[in-house]
């Protein structure tokens, strides 16, 4: 089971891009990397999932480099509705479900 | 527009006194999850089924069950409650379990115990 290793809080601004790395010394050949959003009271949201290189949607883009150890999620601009805790999951194959990491508090100030 | 659905939002019941919280989707996935997450802390997988077959996180007591009649409806039991089992409970699903596919999660339900 590939374990996660997170920052446990950043701060940022409005305006200012955010970089997330996420360790995961262990990953497997089969694993996908996914990170989550979550807001007080709500369940978890998909932000963006990836395997290697870089993946780009409209919230986010995901960095991940070719040894696939430590990926980065990269919200562009943040604004102060994206101050919420950050998830890094690393997917294991087979049977068992995505265990959810410790998560990086995000607060943005104005 | 497609959904997971929890109810009850919040639910108060007595130490000991049975309770069951229920998980409705209209995506038609596989998978359905039940996570229970504890204030500031990350969701816990408790169990979760794929299609009919029942899987149990090793770690999750014997006094959480759960129970899924059909695709759309999933329920979790809590035989017994103790103080230490408040917290939000989340329901997610998913069209399949391998390769990280999304998770689709509900509102949540809040359990207090008494």
């Known amino acids: 089971l590939a374990k996660t290793t997170q920052p446990i809080s950043m701060d940022s601004y409005e305006g200012q891009e955010v970089n997330i790395t996420c360790s995961h010394n262990?990953?497997?050949?089969?694993?996908?990397i996914t990170w989550y959003q979550q807001f007080p009271s709500q369940g978890p949201r998909f932000i963006i999932q990836g395997y290697k290189t870089k993946v780009t949607n409209e919230v986010a883009s995901l960095f991940i480099p070719a040894d696939r150890k430590s990926s980065t999620l990269s919200l562009p601009r943040v604004s102060l509705s994206d101050t919420a805790v950050y998830y890094c999951?690393?997917?294991?194959?087979?049977?068992?479900?995505?265990?959810f990491g410790s998560g990086t508090r995000l607060q943005v100030q104005p | 527009d497609a959904m997971v659905i929890q109810n009850p939002r919040y639910q108060v019941t007595q130490f000991g006194k049975p309770v069951t919280l229920s998980c409705s989707q209209t995506l038609n996935h596989n998978v359905m999850y039940w996570y229970q997450q504890k204030s500031s802390q990350a969701p816990k997988l408790l169990f979760h089924?794929?299609?009919?077959?029942?899987?149990n996180e090793a770690d999750t007591p014997d006094n959480f069950q759960s129970r899924r009649p059909n695709t759309s409806f999933c329920f979790l039991d809590i035989r017994s409650p103790g103080l230490g089992d408040a917290a939000m409970y989340l329901c997610a699903t998913s069209i399949d379990r391998d390769r990280g596919y999304e998770q689709y999660f509900g509102p949540g339900t809040r359990l207090t115990v008494t």
């Open positions: 262990n990953i497997a050949t089969n694993d996908y």
């Open positions: 999951l690393v997917g294991d194959t087979g049977r068992r479900a995505l265990t």
């Open positions: 089924y794929y299609d009919k077959d029942f899987n």
